[in-house]
């Protein structure tokens, strides 16, 4: 087995009940991620995901366990990951321009002001916000274009591994459609490799590769790897009509309306690996339904 | 008639306020004896001070014209200037401040960023912190052995208790997510307390200058009664030993005036750091 770029070894984090004890919140979880993939992972609220997030971005330490991206142990946060947080991700006593500045400065420290100045712009234009917004607080911005700012800062850096934490968590509807849209169209044109935390199942389907499902805590598990088996590019419209999106959605619904529950709790395992799903009703070997009875 | 805009409606009823109140002040105080006039006997009660000390807003505004058409005039220990007399207060002050800050926000950055500083540093300023700054004058006499130095030392004490708390309060409140942004970034400590915290943490900071600045002030006109010799506080304790309740009012009045330039002045720089979430 060849190792993953991103290889998550036996990942434990345990913190004090309250009580004199522990609580696991997860143990010994093992996961990959490809060079170039775009991996979501789904959970209950407070399953861990953001307790993983922050591992993965060096900002919290497990209680056990490593992280190795690209051959190297991840220790402490670096400008190899970039990091997306639900709030408060600007600051706020910065114009959305020198948000984006101030990473593309520190992330290439040689740069000149015009060079960091256009690389800065061209990445806020590729999130669809106009330069008329560009000397603006992030208070007087309205959510979704803060979500954009944060966007375009995180992938003007161009990191290794790129980390949401439920991005589009605060927006409305209508809003979080358009942002997928624009975050589909920066992410097809690089090859970065992107790990995801939402809630939102039809989101999860239209932007990932590969949804990771994670059981209950205490003792959460990666319980499952769900392969998108759904070719790019992919449109909010056109995805529903695809005979997989039901099938892997039903899976996904049936997963954490029921089985997370039943998943949870400590296993014996010394490794927690999650199995692979692939639900592929186009492929010639599947007993193929023309059509999908919704 | 069109509506007026508040300000102004406010500005208008200020003035009515301030002209009723000066009508008022003239009317009810009687027509003032002249020194001279007074009996040896008057004289050594005091009765005629209190009869005849309080002046009318007439000769304040007499008097503030006086002053300030030539303020820094200087004819001797005795007898200087309103200008040079404030300008003596104001050096005072600003040396004392400026000794505070270099040492208050520094250290409240230090308080703020390390809870072993905070809960170590804690009860001493707990303990230094509520006692009133002219308490310190005969220890600072003895020890500093210089009316003026002391004088600035009792506005050091004073101003710097406000800024420390608040430094360290709003380096220690900065939002985790934004110093976790600059961890993110790779920013070095000195770069994340400039570029991160400093701004964070600021108007917390500077609403802290603008008490101390505020207290300073208060109380470098008791220390100047103290200490003597020049500054407002010294000059309107002297003008009261001269029995000129004229340039007392006067001058009180220009305590006022300064101490709110000295406020609006932090006010500004307040509005040019503030930010909203
Ligand atoms: N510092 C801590 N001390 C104790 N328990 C903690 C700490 N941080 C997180 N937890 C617990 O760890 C669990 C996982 O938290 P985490 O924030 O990772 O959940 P989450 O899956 O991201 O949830 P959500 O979807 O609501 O964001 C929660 O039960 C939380 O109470
Ligand atoms: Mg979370």
Redesign the pocket.
């Known amino acids: 087995m060849t190792t993953p770029f991103l290889s998550v070894e036996r990942l434990s ?1 345990r ?2 009940d309250g009580e004199g004890g522990t ?1 696991t ?1 997860f143990e010994n979880a093992s996961f990959g991620i490809e060079r170039g993939e775009f991996v979501v992972i789904l ?12 591992i993965l971005a060096g900002l919290a330490e497990a209680s056990e366990g490593v992280v190795i991206m690209d051959g190297k142990e991840v220790s402490g946060p670096s400008l190899d990951r970039g990091v997306v947080f ?1 709030n408060y991700s600007l600051l706020p006593w910065l114009s959305a321009l020198k948000n984006v500045t101030f990473a593309v400065a520190a992330r290439y420290p040689d740069w000149s002001k015009d060079q960091v100045l256009s690389h800065s712009k061209k990445h806020l234009e590729m999130v669809g916000l106009s330069a008329d917004v560009f000397n603006r607080k992030p208070s007087q911005l309205s959510g979704g274009m803060r979500q954009r700012v944060s966007i375009a800062r995180a992938f003007s850096i161009s990191p290794k591994l790129l980390l949401l ?2 991005p589009f968590g605060a927006l409305d509807a209508l809003t979080r459609g358009t942002i997928q849209d624009e975050l589909l169209k920066v992410w097809a044109g690089t090859n970065q490799t992107v790990f995801m ?1 939402t ?1 939102d199942i039809d989101e999860a389907i239209l932007l990932a590769d590969r949804i990771l499902l ?1 059981s209950n ?2 003792y959460a598990r990666v319980a499952e790897s769900v392969e998108i088996t759904i070719p790019r590019p992919r449109n909010r419209i056109e995805i529903v009509e695809h005979p997989n999106y039901y099938a892997i959605r039903n899976h996904l619904v049936q997963f954490l309306g029921k089985r997370s529950k039943e998943l949870a709790g400590p296993t014996d395992a010394a490794e927690n690996r999650p199995v692979t799903v692939r639900i592929d009703k186009t492929a010639p070997a599947a007993p193929s339904p023309k059509k999908l009875a919704v | 008639m069109t509506e007026m805009s508040v300000n102004k409606r406010a500005a208008i009823l200020s003035f009515i306020l301030l002209f009723a109140g000066l009508l008022l002040w003239e009317a009810v105080i009687p027509a003032q004896k002249a020194a001279g006039e007074l009996t040896e006997y008057e004289r050594l009660t005091g009765g005629g001070a209190q009869k005849a000390g309080v002046p009318p807003p007439s000769q304040v505004l007499e008097k503030a014209w006086e002053q300030l058409s030539n303020p820094f005039y200087d004819a001797g220990p005795n007898d200087k200037g309103i200008g040079i007399q404030i300008g003596y207060s104001i050096y005072r002050v600003l040396a004392g401040y400026v000794l505070a800050a270099l040492i208050a926000i520094p250290l409240g950055f230090l308080i703020g960023m390390s809870p072993v500083a905070y809960k170590a540093l804690n009860p001493f300023i707990q303990v230094l912190r509520p006692i009133s700054p002219l308490a310190w004058m005969p220890l600072a006499l003895f020890i500093i052995q210089d009316s003026e130095a002391s004088a600035i030392f009792v506005i050091f004490i004073c101003s710097i208790w406000p800024m420390l708390i608040n430094t360290a309060f709003g380096v220690a409140g900065v939002r985790k997510d934004w110093v976790n942004v600059a961890r993110t970034h790779e920013l070095g400590a000195l770069r994340t307390a400039f570029t991160v915290i400093l701004p964070a943490a600021a108007p917390t900071i500077v609403t802290g200058m603008r008490i101390s600045i505020g207290i300073a002030w208060l109380v470098i006109v008791a220390a100047e009664m103290l200490v003597g010799g020049t500054g407002i506080g010294y000059y309107v304790w002297n003008e009261w030993n001269n029995l000129d309740l004229t340039s007392v009012i006067f001058s009180i009045l220009m305590i006022g005036v300064v101490g709110m330039a000295l406020d609006a002045m932090f006010g500004v720089l307040q509005r040019f750091v503030v930010y909203s979430e």
């Not at chain 1, 959970?43 to 922050?54: A, D, L, R, V, Y």
């Open positions: 984090q913190y004090p609580t919140i959970g209950h609220s407070g399953c861990g995901k953001s307790t993983i997030m922050n639900q934490d439920e935390i809630h994670m805590g205490p």
